[in-house]
């Protein structure tokens, strides 16, 4: 007889997103692997003397969830040592927040935080709320990102270390924004426009190795508190690999980490990326780290009119009335990374948040499809705007869409996509009932700390009602693209491991894979979709060890 399991899972509610066996009772672990799953009686036959016997009473277990798209090393980081706000923090509130955290550091200290909604940006377009901010910080240094991580705003201290003047010209795809009568930079920087002021951060306080590798720490253990177990870092450079390989020499990498090499930084002023990253990946490939993507961002963000689209947008002072954007790469461009990368055996997430990015990065994809590249694996991320025509391209070319939460239900920032774009962008943003429908592979990212929160049910509640799971934003947004609660969980489960590829190791309870599960405090199938985003981890396990255990209350 083979040898009894370490553990058995036993007396649940398993939804197991193994097709072959959909629902189950239990199953057993040996090894951190599964090796029996089905009814209690058959999998009771693999108890040993020393079996570990977990009777869960009834509790629905489904896989360890999977993000497809997070910046874990930023959201750690921010947790750790920077200051932290809402995007639906007034302007007043975060001079306030400003000043209280001014009044821990030392007087040439930074204030770095985030993330300021997007609908801030007319605010922090003015020579007053530089003043404001400075007052607040006391002469110390201050840089504050927005919600998309695309834009910064920094005080008049940062800009002198940055070496930003009225003198200074905006370059490439980065805007300097300045004031309309004096023509000094108020402070707000578009896009690559904030690289100097990240620069400037990296001489005066970088974080040394081992900090990086606690913000690498502490992002997968609140990952564990909402039951992820496996997650796609999707701008990684020497810091974030170099973090990973560190934990999990150390034992400590509790997750299925696969990262996302940066071939250009327009906006995090990362170094190095491009050729010299690449080369330098497979050093930092572990038991549970697998570089294997290459990220592009091929265009911005819609607030901004940094993102490149079909139709031109509204007209503005700046733009004026046939505005589209561009991608930052031009077709050849695109095409020579993706056969380079292919050729090299590696994938790619492709940045494409307007509708003329997601055709032009198709049409690459497609060039190298047909040049032989069948395995390696595409991602589009975000595509908030499809183009009807490009949505069965998607399935045809084997291209997965990474979406995002706060895209496809009321928020700040489709309300600020609304103040750009013309029409109903209810009829127009996140399609993902039409992707599903024409065949694509659609997997759930939550670009944390983009998204306040990595919470699946979130996504999961946003996805199957197309409504904000918080309550703030009323209505609903694109009704007709909601999906079912059996496709979102796919979703946040074996969809997310196949578009990142693990799903070799994760992604389904199925005989031989990594024993990665979470137990919930409710049964989702039973509940009114509107209280989805209510339903909580109560225990998260990795390759059959509890990593994380909600505290027990009492009343």
């Avoid at 564990?224 to 990684?236: E, K, L, N, R, V």
């Avoid at 906006?267 to 080369?279: H, K, N, Q, R």
């Avoid at 065949?439 to 699946?456: C, K, M, Q, T, Y």
């Avoid at 999961?460 to 009602?465: A, Q, Y």
Wanted: aromatic share 6%; glycine share 10%; hydrophobic share 40%.
């Amino acid at each position: 007889m083979p040898r009894p399991a370490d553990l058995i899972i036993t007396n649940a509610a398993v939804t197991t997103m193994d097709p072959d066996m959909p629902d189950a009772q239990a199953f057993a672990v040996q090894d951190g692997r599964i090796i029996a799953v089905g009814p209690i009686a058959a999998v009771d036959a693999f108890r040993g003397d020393d079996t570990v016997m977990h009777d869960l009473g009834g509790a629905r277990v489904m896989p360890g969830f999977g993000d497809v798209h997070n910046h874990h090393i930023i959201a750690g980081q921010a947790d750790l040592f920077e200051l932290v706000f809402g995007v639906t923090a007034t302007f007043d509130e975060i001079v306030e927040a400003v000043r209280q955290r001014a009044a821990t550091l030392g007087a040439d200290e930074w204030v770095i935080g985030g993330s300021w909604g997007s609908t801030l940006a007319g605010t922090f377009s003015s020579l007053e709320a530089r003043r404001r901010i400075d007052e607040a910080a006391g002469g110390r240094p201050v840089t504050l990102g927005d919600d998309s991580h695309h834009n910064r705003f920094a005080n008049t201290r940062a800009l002198e270390l940055a070496g930003i003047t009225r003198d200074s010209q905006s370059t490439g795809g980065g805007v300097i924004v300045r004031d309309p009568g004096t023509g000094e930079p108020t402070g707000l920087l578009l896009e690559e426009a904030g690289i100097p002021i990240a620069d400037a951060i990296a001489r005066t306080q970088m974080l040394s190795d081992e900090q990086l590798a606690q913000s690498s720490k502490r992002a997968i253990d609140i990952l564990h508190q909402y039951g992820i177990t496996a997650f796609q870092d999707a701008g990684a450079s020497t810091n974030v690999l170099g973090a990973l390989k560190t934990l999990d020499d150390r034992g400590e990498l509790h997750a299925w980490t696969v990262t996302s090499m940066m071939v250009t930084d327009p906006v995090l002023g990362f170094s190095p990326v491009g050729d010299e990253l690449i080369a330098q990946g497979e050093r930092y490939r572990t038991t549970h780290h697998r570089p294997d993507f290459v990220k592009i961002f091929l265009d911005g963000v819609p607030p901004t009119r940094t993102a490149a689209f079909l139709e031109d947008y509204l007209p503005d002072h700046d733009h004026g009335a046939h505005h589209r954007g561009q991608t930052s790469f031009t077709p050849e461009e695109l095409e020579g990374w993706l056969r380079k990368t292919a050729e090299a055996g590696l994938s790619a997430k492709i940045h494409c948040t307007g509708d003329a990015a997601v055709r032009v990065a198709l049409d690459a994809i497609e060039a190298v499809r047909e040049a032989g590249h069948d395995q390696v694996r595409y991602q589009i991320a975000h595509g908030q705007f499809v183009h009807p025509d490009d949505r069965p391209r998607f399935a045809a070319l084997g291209v997965a869409a990474d979406i995002s939460p706060f895209l496809w239900f009321p928020g700040v920032i489709p309300t600020a996509i609304a103040e750009v774009r013309p029409g109903d962008i209810a009829s127009e943003i996140q399609p993902n009932r039409d992707l599903i429908d024409a065949g694509a592979l659609v997997a759930g990212g939550s670009d944390w700390p983009v998204s306040e929160s990595p919470n699946p049910w979130e996504g999961i509640h946003g996805l199957v009602t197309r409504s904000d799971p918080h309550g703030n934003f009323p209505g609903t947004l694109g009704l007709d693209q909601a999906i079912s609660l059996e496709e979102a969980i796919a979703v946040f489960t074996i969809n997310a491991a196949r578009a990142i590829g693990v799903d070799d190791v994760t992604g389904s309870i199925a005989v031989g894979k990594s024993a990665d599960f979470v137990v919930l405090d409710r049964d989702p199938f039973a509940v009114d979709p509107d209280t989805l985003v209510q339903t909580t981890v109560t225990e998260t396990w990795f390759a059959g060890e509890k990593v994380y255990a909600a505290a027990l209350t009492t009343s």
